[in-house]
């Protein structure tokens, strides 16, 4: 029934954001028509958290966050806060170009995304 999930990014610099997917992370990409990239993702998985009010956040998620840290580093990326360790995994948040962010997450818990 359900075969995937399609994952929208708004960002005030749309070109830099894609390069950045494209070139830092190495996501492959199809062209939708006139040049407009999808890019593909890893593997995912969803979780439904309670809230107050409805939102949505997108987490890359890692083995090891402090080599992938020093590796991405590397390559320029930014990172505008330090790692949080949650007990249930450890947190950062990545910089994108268009201004916007995206969390990189080390899970500790049981991951759904190879079920």
Same mark, same amino acid.
């Given at each position: ?5 399609? /994952?929208?990014?708004?960002?005030? &610099?749309?070109?830099? &954001?894609?390069? +950045? #997917?494209?070139?830092?992370? !190495?996501?492959?990409?199809? &062209? ?13 998985? /969803?979780? /439904?958290?309670? !809230? ?7 987490? +890359?998620?890692?083995? &090891? ?10 390559? !320029?990326?930014? +990172? ?10 450890? #947190? =950062? =948040? ?22």
């Amino acid at each position: 029934m359900i075969n995937g999930a399609h /994952v929208i990014v708004y960002s005030q &610099d749309a070109d830099a &954001d894609r390069a +950045f #997917l494209r070139d830092i992370l !190495g996501a492959k990409s199809v &062209d939708a028509g006139g040049g407009w990239l999808i890019l593909q993702l890893p593997p995912a998985e /969803v979780a /439904v958290h309670p !809230g107050e009010a409805p939102k949505h956040e997108l987490y +890359f998620m890692c083995d &090891d966050i402090e080599a992938t840290i020093a590796a991405l580093t590397e390559q !320029g990326v930014r +990172f505008t806060t330090p790692v949080s360790d949650q007990g249930w995994g450890k #947190l =950062t =948040t990545i910089r994108l170009p268009g201004g916007g962010e995206v969390g990189l997450y080390e899970p500790r818990h049981p991951i759904a995304y190879d079920l």
